[in-house]
């Protein structure tokens, strides 16, 4: 299972890269990133056939995570693809925002890996 | 011899009659036409001579049939009438009368050696005879109306005369007159003609220089008060002096040709009595002025029954305005009692017209009404008229004289009054002034203390917009700081995390992996490096923002200012909306390179710019869920400036609005969202502070752009 991380923060992926170096390298997780809503948008359209599970932030220039979690569970109805919430705000309103359209999960930052870690196993 | 008898008594008486009035000839009255007149020294009036004329003894003889000038003459038809006694009914139906007159007189020896003369004042022509001989014509008999020449009068000298005493002087005037407005009297009585003495002649030259005393007096009067009147226009009192002075010297002209006391010489009768008429209108309205201007100066105004007497008395004869002087007398006597209370120009007026008007009118009943024949008191009659003149004049003279004195003595009391109350008002305005000067200082007082506080206000008021911009600022502050807190967290867990592998690879002897995995912590530790330190310029211009400015330029990019802003505005109004969003553009000239400003201030406005953009388009966005917010920061540099601009494509700003957007205190946000300080303060900051400009360009639903230039 493919993880989308999407996050405008360049350096996100490298520390997905550095943080999960054992499993990418045992291939037991696979990340492929975004840095916008857009463009995981598009992401999402190459990988229209395999199971992906999105981790996005919110707070991002032109589209949010909020309307790129919307945009995915509107549109892609079966299966529709695991969303995790990743925000620096860990306020009710933006995870009962997430909630209502169909988030997954919710995580804030700064990010535990350990936890993210299991989740990510535990799901895959 | 009855009837014999009756002849010779006829006869007798036919004969005695006969005989009788052949020697003492009589008129068919009875009447003797032979009686010689015997004249003495008291018949001849010291000035006006032996008047002839009214004389008993003249014989008279109608029409010219007989020249009856010779010395011995029949007397048959003759009638006793002496030239005095002629009648209107005398002159025959053309108007034409006639006649001749004879006198015979002796004279005694007081006549003897003195020169005499004849002279007359009527207007007749006679041709006079003396002893047979003609002697004087006065005018001409002519042969009919057209040729007639009537006498006028001119009081020069001719041919003396020295009559014998105790001889028989037979004097014969033929009468020739023509009647004039059905009235052969004209205006002086007939048969004039007297015997004078040269006295007669220096009197009416003398009277001659009286009238032009009075004619040149008050021509003088009648300029001088025209003049003042005409100086003083408001002094209506003046006035009716001037115009009585016209009136007066009116009056003096009409004397002057009216025979008795003319001007050395006298006017046709058909002017004279046009002259004479006016002279009695005059002299009636010479005695009614002293009433008029004596009611005028007591009361202060014009009686009305005196205009209405007035215009009546034109049509009343001139005797029987006589009566009236007596009351007009009584009534100037009363008021100068009256007035003694009065000023003094009032009282000289009363007093100078009771007077002249006593003079006047006592000299001309004597003078009219032949009260006396005494010669001194005669002249003082004559010149009584010219005395209560001049003493008119000369009050008149004197009360505009007092009257002008008065008047100013007023004006200088009014003056002194003026002054007195302008003092009092200077003076009351100095104490008023001293109390405003006090109110002033007071009030200024107090308007400093507001000022002041106002002062405090306004470094309160700018305290709080930078707060306000602040902690708009706030959440994106947070959040940018947070994002670089959380790479050093995850770094540094990552890079212990590390560590413990790379002691497990060199247990292993993995060099090759421990080689790896040192890299990565060095790159982690160059990350967190980099993440610390943008951390610290966050909290640095968090820092900066809130700082009060220096106001020292410093070169700055102005590209990383406004993109740092535009970044913590955004997130900043994301932490307090979570539903707004805006596509932010930027495009920035990389050859601006740093410009010299100061930061802190320029920093302020570019996130107010910016700030104001979102509020734009959220603005919008809440009306209409299908609009795409965008929001553009871009720099360009040119030859002459440096150009920063925020545009937005909100509603964009209406044109009333536009004008007042950089009002200190003007905002369209709801109360208590916005100071109303921002774009002004922007304002003062970009032209005072930066000799630049703020400028706006906007259209309605389409977008505004703030574009701050810069010199460059």
Request: glycine share 6%.
């Amino acid at each position: 299972m493919k993880i989308l991380v999407v996050d405008d923060e360049q350096d996100v992926k490298v520390l997905f890269q550095q943080r999960f170096r054992k499993e990418i390298r045992k291939e037991e997780l696979e990340f492929v990133f975004a840095f916008s809503g857009e463009e995981a948008l598009k992401l999402m359209k190459a990988m229209e056939h395999e199971a992906v599970l999105i981790l996005s932030d919110i707070n991002m220039p032109g589209m949010s995570g909020l309307e790129l979690l919307d945009t995915i569970k509107k549109n892609y109805v079966k299966p529709p693809p695991m969303v995790m919430m990743i925000t620096a705000y860990g306020d009710d309103e933006n995870r009962t925002m997430a909630k209502n359209l169909g988030a997954d999960d919710f995580l804030t930052k700064p990010l535990d890996f350990s936890l993210l870690k299991d989740k990510l196993i535990t799901l895959t | 011899m009855i009837k014999q008898s009756l002849l010779f008594i006829t006869l007798f008486f036919c004969i005695l009659f006969t005989a009788s009035g052949h020697e003492n000839p009589i008129d068919k009255n009875g009447l003797a036409l032979d009686t010689i007149v015997h004249f003495t020294k008291a018949d001849l009036d010291s000035i006006f001579g032996l008047r002839l004329t009214n004389k008993e003894g003249w014989i008279f003889k109608s029409g010219n049939k007989q020249d009856a000038s010779s010395i011995d003459i029949d007397l048959a038809g003759w009638e006793r009438l002496n030239p005095s006694q002629i009648t209107n009914d005398m002159a025959d139906s053309s108007g034409k009368f006639e006649g001749w007159f004879r006198l015979q007189f002796t004279i005694d020896s007081a006549f003897a050696k003195l020169p005499l003369y004849l002279d007359k004042e009527d207007h007749a022509a006679e041709d006079i005879y003396l002893n047979g001989k003609l002697f004087r014509q006065f005018g001409e008999k002519g042969n009919d109306r057209a040729s007639f020449k009537e006498h006028i009068q001119d009081f020069d000298i001719r041919n003396p005369i020295f009559l014998e005493p105790d001889t028989i002087h037979t004097l014969v005037i033929h009468y020739v007159d023509y009647s004039t407005y059905g009235n052969i009297f004209k205006v002086v009585p007939v048969g004039s003609t007297r015997i004078v003495t040269n006295d007669y002649f220096d009197y009416m030259n003398f009277l001659g220089y009286k009238v032009l005393f009075d004619l040149i007096g008050s021509f003088i009067f009648f300029i001088l008060f025209w003049l003042l009147y005409l100086l003083i226009r408001e002094d209506s009192e003046l006035l009716m002096i001037a115009i009585f002075s016209s009136l007066m010297l009116l009056l003096n002209i009409c004397i002057a040709f009216n025979g008795a006391d003319s001007l050395f010489f006298t006017l046709p009768s058909k002017y004279m009595i046009i002259l004479l008429y006016i002279r009695d209108i005059l002299y009636i309205y010479f005695f009614l002025f002293c009433f008029l201007f004596g009611y005028r100066i007591f009361y202060g105004k014009h009686s009305k029954w005196f205009i209405l007497a007035s215009i009546i008395l034109i049509f009343i004869p001139y005797y029987a305005a006589f009566a009236l002087y007596f009351f007009i007398a009584i009534f100037l006597v009363f008021l100068s009692i009256k007035s003694k209370k009065r000023e003094l120009s009032v009282r000289i007026l009363l007093y100078s017209l009771t007077l002249s008007y006593i003079i006047t009118a006592t000299g001309l009943i004597y003078r009219y009404s032949n009260l006396t024949d005494d010669f001194s008191l005669r002249l003082i009659m004559v010149y009584s008229d010219t005395i209560g003149k001049a003493i008119l004049f000369l009050g008149m003279l004197a009360f505009v004289a007092y009257r002008m004195r008065e008047k100013n003595e007023d004006m200088r009391q009014n003056a002194m009054e003026l002054v007195k109350v302008e003092a009092e008002k200077s003076a009351l305005i100095t104490s008023q002034n001293e109390k405003l000067e006090l109110k002033v200082k007071e009030r200024t007082s107090e308007l400093n203390q507001s000022l002041e506080e106002l002062k405090a206000t306004q470094s309160q008021l700018i305290q709080s917009e930078k707060m306000a911009s602040l902690g708009e600022l706030t959440a994106g502050i947070a959040h940018e700081i947070q994002n670089p807190l959380n790479f050093v967290n995850n770094f540094s867990e990552v890079s212990n995390e590390l560590v413990d592998e790379m002691n497990e690879e060199l247990d292993k002897g993995d060099l090759e992996e421990v080689k790896a995995i040192s890299l990565d912590i060095k790159q982690n530790l160059e990350k967190i490096n980099h993440h610390g330190k943008r951390a610290d310029n966050i909290v640095k211009g968090m820092l900066q923002h809130s700082r009060s400015s220096s106001g020292t330029k410093e070169p700055t990019d102005i590209n990383a200012l406004a993109d740092e802003y535009l970044r913590l505005a955004y997130h900043g109004l994301r932490a307090k909306d979570k539903s707004f969003n805006a596509e932010l553009i930027t495009n920035f000239d990389e050859s601006i390179g740093k410009v010299n400003i100061v930061p802190q201030d320029m920093g302020r406005v570019i996130l107010n710019l910016i700030t104001n953009a979102f509020y734009a388009v959220n603005e919008k966005k809440q009306r209409d869920v299908n609009f795409k917010p965008i929001v553009s920061v871009s720099t360009k540099k040119t030859d002459e400036h440096i150009t920063i601009s925020v545009s937005d494509n909100g509603d964009g700003i209406p044109e009333k609005v536009k004008e007042k957007i950089f009002q200190p205190f003007f905002t369209t946000k709801p109360t208590g969202q916005g100071t109303g300080l921002g774009l002004s303060m922007s304002y003062d900051i970009v032209t005072k502070g930066h000799d630049g400009n703020l400028k706006v360009e906007t259209a309605e639903k389409k977008g505004t752009t703030f574009i701050i230039e810069l010199p460059n």
